[in-house]
Structures are given as structure tokens and as C-alpha cells.
């Protein structure tokens, strides 16, 4: 019977994003396979979560895509970015506190891609006088990471309802860059 990767890393993904700290038999039991099975496909907690890594990569990536970020308003494509991004929040939400995800030589060349397509969405957004120009584009990116993984960590704990989830995201982004009319 041929393992389901798939399914192993996005059980490995769900439980992960509610505790962090599960153990390799944890997440075992969770993609309902033996540990045995795990190591032999995931040598060990590294290549667990690299191998996440690639599916977070590619999650963003392909809401980056579904978002159509070039067209329309730049604050219209920023909400469908987040909406399009939400069902993978979590999952992005434990790789951004990985560190070793983003130290080192090692570091995943997808992530730049990622980071420099949100970045050209603030850019063009500036450009058409809806962004504020004093913030860069580098750090209204890392602001958006933040602010996702808060609200995917809100969520999960139920401190926030799920359908709140893009705008509380959304205005709350946009709400500090969009620019003032000046008086």
C-alpha cells in the first residue's frame, strides 16, 4: 500500500498548527500511520517540516495565482490574497516561527518569490496613490505575514469566529497603509 504524502503532511500541517510541540509519534497517530512509516518517508522532525515547508511555498503560491494580484485595485487584490491564502494560515502560521526555515544558506528560494510578489502588489498600490508611500513595500509584506499568523493562531484558539478572518486582516492592514488625503 503506497503512502498518501499528501495526506500525512497536511495531518502533519493540522496538528502542528494546534500544537507546535507534537512529538514525531504524535503526528504519526494523526496521519493514522505508524512511526515506523513517518521516519521512513521523513527521516525526522527536520525533514517533517521541510518537507511543509515546500507545501506552504506552494499553498502561497497558488493563492498568489488564484488572487490575481495585477488586476483591479491594488486593496481589492490585497483582499482576495487574504481571502485566497486563509485555508493555509495555519500551516504558515507554525513555518513562521521555524526559524530555521529562514536562517542560513538553507533557505528555501521560494519564500523570495513569495515575499517579492506581495511586494509588487504594495508597490503597484503605492504607485496608484492607495498605499501610503512611508511604509516599503519589504515591511507592509512582513506586516501581512504577522498579521496571518495571528489571526490563523486567533482562530484555532477561538478567540476570534472564522468568518472574520479576512477582514479583520484586511482592514486592519489596509487601515494603516492606506494613504491620507492630506488637509
Known amino acids: 500500500m503506497a503512502l498518501d504524502r499528501d495526506h500525512v503532511l497536511r495531518s502533519a500541517a493540522a496538528l502542528l498548527t494546534r500544537k507546535s510541540t507534537a512529538t514525531m509519534d504524535e503526528v504519526a497517530k494523526a496521519a493514522g500511520i505508524s512511526r515506523a512509516t513517518l521516519h521512513r518517508h521523513f ?38 490574497l487574504v481571502r485566497e491564502i486563509e485555508p493555509a494560515a495555519g500551516l504558515l502560521a507554525f513555518l513562521y516561527t521555524e526559524n530555521q526555515l529562514f536562517e542560513g544558506d538553507e533557505q528555501n528560494e521560494g519564500w523570495a518569490r513569495i515575499d517579492e510578489r506581495i511586494a509588487t502588489l504594495f508597490r503597484r498600490g503605492q504607485a496608484a496613490g492607495e498605499f501610503r508611500i512611508d511604509l516599503t513595500p519589504a515591511w507592509l509584506t512582513e506586516a501581512l505575514y504577522g498579521l496571518l499568523a495571528s489571526a490563523a493562531w486567533a482562530v484555532t484558539e477561538g478567540r476570534v469566529a472564522p468568518k472574520d478572518f479576512t477582514h479583520m486582516i484586511v482592514e486592519l492592514l489596509l487601515g494603516g497603509a492606506v494613504r491620507r488625503e492630506e488637509s
Do not use: K, M, Q
Open 43 to 80: 527521516a525526522g522532525r527536520d525533514a517533517l517540516v521541510r518537507a511543509l515547508e515546500t507545501l506552504g511555498i506552494e499553498e502561497c503560491l497558488a493563492a498568489l495565482d488564484a488572487a490575481r494580484t495585477d488586476e483591479g485595485p491594488a486593496s481589492e487584490a490585497v483582499r482576495r
